[in-house]
């Protein structure tokens, strides 16, 4: 059965994560899974309509009626085609294992939690069970976050033990509850970074300089 996917969470700057080889990475993945799905969808048509067939044959040779042999398979065909085009607006969703290959969505760097790619392979289920505060939470956290997606979101709810939330769940309390995670997690994240600031990558024109001896 489809489930309803929540929407790509937004910053509030807007700002989503670009890095070449993650995003050819990810983009890879996602056409083969749906080359995968199609092929499985054309095997699909072609052994239903066997199976139509051979029951139309069964038809006329036990009845002699030609209009009950065509009729009814294909009102069977119209049904299942119909049956089809349903499942795949159901399922039209990301694949648990779509990202396996970099170790699923949870491994990703942290900042990927906004990548719409990443969202749609598989990122939507990965946190579909966080609470939503915590995901709006973890969305404002993950640009300068310096770990992974499942670092993120076992930071943001080690901080949510600590902040009660708010009887009324309303999207106002949902938003304000989010803002609290945040006001608690930021100077955190600050003073780790602080302390352990992320080493600059070589630019290309150092690599360039290293002469031979």
Not at 36 to 63: D, N, P, Q, R
Not at 116 to 121: F, I
Not at 184 to 204: C, F, M
Request: net charge neutral; with cysteine.
């Amino acid at each position: 059965m489809g489930q309803s996917k929540r929407p790509l969470p937004v910053r509030e700057d807007l700002w989503q994560p670009t890095d070449q080889i993650l995003d050819t990475i990810i983009r890879r993945c996602l056409d083969e899974a749906e080359s995968e799905e199609g092929s499985e969808g054309g095997s699909t048509i072609m052994g239903g309509a066997i199976m139509l067939a051979v029951l139309g044959v069964a038809i006329l040779a036990m009845s002699g009626n030609v209009q009950f042999a065509i009729g009814i398979p294909l009102v069977l065909g119209l049904a299942m085609i119909g049956y089809m085009i349903l499942k795949a607006s159901a399922d039209d969703g990301p694949r648990h294992a779509t990202l396996a290959v970099v170790g699923g969505p949870g491994r990703l760097p942290a900042s990927y939690l906004v990548h719409a790619d990443a969202w749609v392979a598989g990122m939507a289920e990965h946190v579909g069970y966080l609470p939503e505060s915590q995901l709006q939470a973890s969305v404002q956290m993950c640009r300068d976050f310096p770990g992974t997606v499942d670092d993120l979101i076992l930071f943001t709810g080690s901080i949510a033990i600590h902040v009660p939330p708010t009887q009324h769940a309303t999207p106002a309390d949902v938003e304000r509850r989010a803002k609290d995670l945040v006001k608690v997690g930021a100077p955190i994240l600050k003073d780790y970074l602080a302390a352990h600031p992320p080493r600059p990558l070589p630019s290309a024109e150092g690599r360039k300089g290293k002469k031979k001896k």
